[in-house]
């Protein structure tokens, strides 16, 4: 990626893994100046309970030659979102790009369970995590954000519009919530508009993230090597990738064509030329499509 971002300033809220990792990443070796928010530091763990934290991901931003700010916050909190947003108008002065990440629900999934033997209280609070906190974060930061024309809101779920309009997503919750924010990103995309900027909702592909590839038992360099993992395992992408869609979006001067509509990694990989760290271009969701789907053996060929 080129630094087309160049004097952009960015929040990735929910950055400290995974999909919000690797957008971090790629928004700052594209130039961009990255704040990156989450809750689990090197003194303390969120009650996820997992080793990664906010400020190794602002190390990796550096490492890829960008500049990144690493900020403790609980975006449940109004008060210590509207701070956030306060401190990046000191600072920096604009907003351009907000990226809602917000998670944390793996752990409260009961899959494939209906609502009467979910737990209510794991299944509420899911929805606080991935809902609540991407509204809390609007309110307070896209004030910021629409004081220049060009700001791009970006609303992370998983999986497309078309694709989640006819596929239940194994739990009444987590169906709820991954239709829900792209619905939301459709919305803001109707206020934004008004002020010269755009909202989209974006998902990767199968993942590769930290817990993906400690649950298989492989690390990066080994991820095709593992027993245990599904075989369809092969249209797997690095989180890499959806940062770079972002960031090529990011750095789209008509990127109000898309306002409003549901974007993946794959997809915007066609538009914008570019492929993931090992040099291929994972086409997933039409991977799920053409072969999941369809009872097909795995197998990538044609779609990376």
């Not at 109004?78 to 998670?103: F, M, Y």
């Not at 306002?259 to 086409?283: C, E, H, I, M, T």
Request: aromatic fraction near 8%; hydrophobic fraction near 40%; include cysteine.
């Amino acid at each position: 990626m080129t630094a087309e971002l160049k004097g952009k300033v960015a929040l990735v809220a929910g950055g400290t893994r995974g999909a919000g990792r690797g957008i971090a990443i790629e928004l700052g070796a594209a130039g961009a100046t990255v704040y990156v928010t989450g809750r689990s530091t090197r003194g303390q763990r969120s009650e996820y309970d997992r080793p990664e934290t906010i400020e190794e991901t602002a190390e990796l931003v550096e490492a890829a030659g960008g500049r990144a700010i690493a900020l403790r916050v609980d975006h449940l909190v109004p008060s210590e979102v509207e701070a956030l947003v306060a401190r990046i108008r000191r600072d920096q002065g604009r907003l351009d790009i907000l990226v809602n990440d917000i998670w944390g629900g793996e752990h409260l999934t009961e899959w494939e369970k209906p609502v009467w033997e979910h737990s209510l209280e794991n299944g509420l609070k899911m929805l606080r995590l991935a809902i609540d906190t991407h509204f809390i974060t609007a309110r307070y930061a896209l004030p910021l954000l629409i004081e220049r024309p060009g700001g791009l809101l970006v609303e992370m779920t998983d999986g497309t519009a078309e694709y989640n309009a006819t596929h239940y997503r194994l739990n009444p919750y987590y169906d709820l919530v991954k239709t829900g924010v792209i619905r939301m990103a459709w919305g803001h995309g109707k206020d934004l508009e008004k002020h010269g900027c755009t909202a989209v909702s974006m998902t990767p592909g199968w993942m590769r993230s930290e817990m993906m590839l400690e649950i298989y038992g492989v690390t990066e360099a080994t991820w095709r090597e593992s027993t245990i993992a599904p075989a369809h395992f092969v249209i797997s992408e690095t989180p890499r990738f959806v940062g770079r869609a972002v960031a090529a979006l990011a750095g789209d001067a008509q990127m109000g064509r898309f306002n409003g509509q549901s974007l993946s990694s794959g997809g915007l990989a066609k538009v914008y030329g570019f492929d993931d760290v090992d040099g291929s271009r994972p086409d997933c969701w039409r991977y799920m499509d053409e072969v999941v789907e369809t009872g097909k053996e795995a197998d990538a060929v044609g779609y990376r």
